[in-house]
DNA sequence: GCGACAG
DNA sequence: ATCTTGTCGC
């Protein structure tokens, strides 16, 4: 799917989502990735700008390994369900620039847990075919208990009868975040994955890398690719 | 009909 | 997402 084919209507986006739904794997994830990705998009004030950003960080000490930052337009209005239409062409562009392929997307919303189980988390994954999960702040469809209050309990978000993804708590008595699967995912190891990368803030380091990294490429300031 | 509604 | 001041706490 290129530019022009991008869906401009609420129709054709739903068209979209419908005929790539059957392409999602839902699965073991990745027991030991070696590297994984932080996404996110930043916004100009005049709402006709954003920077999508990707960092990958080595898994285990958190070290950067790549980064990339792209400048762009977003590609649809935000209509909740459809966020990803917004998103999607400026993250897959700075996918473009990264000279390595991480083993993990992890993105900021959601996966499964979405009213047609096609969250952002999902439709990269799909498209890129790497595994992916979804690490969102707020809820967007679901409901579940709260979890207990230590790092590590989880409870799960339920919708329409079926769990969607988990409750997760990354820090003590700090407001829990929402995990769900993606692509050639599962649950467990995307929590796992979560809990490894929170080892300090309520966010995955992967996430504030990369939120840190999409605003400063809004700013227009130059974005160093670490040397290999 | 009335709210809710990832970022 | 972004707009915003103070404020509580380590």
Do not use: N
Not at 210 to 224: F, N, S
């Amino acid at each position: 799917m290129t530019d022009d084919d991008w869906p401009r209507t609420e129709a054709e986006a739903l068209a979209v989502q419908d005929a790539l739904r059957p392409r999602l794997l839902v699965g073991p994830g990745p027991q030991r990735p070696a590297t994984v990705a932080g996404l996110d998009v930043a916004y100009h004030e005049d709402g006709e700008r954003l920077a999508a950003a990707i960092v990958v960080l080595d898994t285990t000490d958190h070290r950067v390994v790549d980064t990339a930052v792209v400048q762009g337009r977003p590609a649809f209005p935000y209509v909740p369900g459809l966020f990803a239409f917004r998103e999607i062409p400026a993250l897959l562009a700075a996918l473009d620039r990264l000279t390595v392929r991480p083993d993990v997307l992890i993105c900021d919303g959601h996966g499964l847990a979405h009213p047609r189980r096609f969250g952002l988390a999902c439709h990269l994954g799909v498209l890129t075919g790497r595994p992916s999960f979804g690490v969102g702040k707020t809820p967007l469809v679901g409901s579940w208990a709260p979890p207990g209050e230590r790092r590590g309990d989880r409870s799960d978000l339920v919708d329409d009868g079926e769990t969607v993804g988990a409750v997760l708590r990354t820090r003590d008595a700090v407001k829990p975040v929402f995990v769900s699967v993606g692509h050639r995912m599962d649950l467990d190891t995307a929590c796992a994955l979560t809990l490894g990368l929170t080892p300090r803030y309520r966010l995955p380091e992967t996430t504030r890398a990369a939120d840190r990294a999409c605003r400063d490429g809004l700013l227009g300031k130059d974005v160093t690719v670490p040397r290999r």
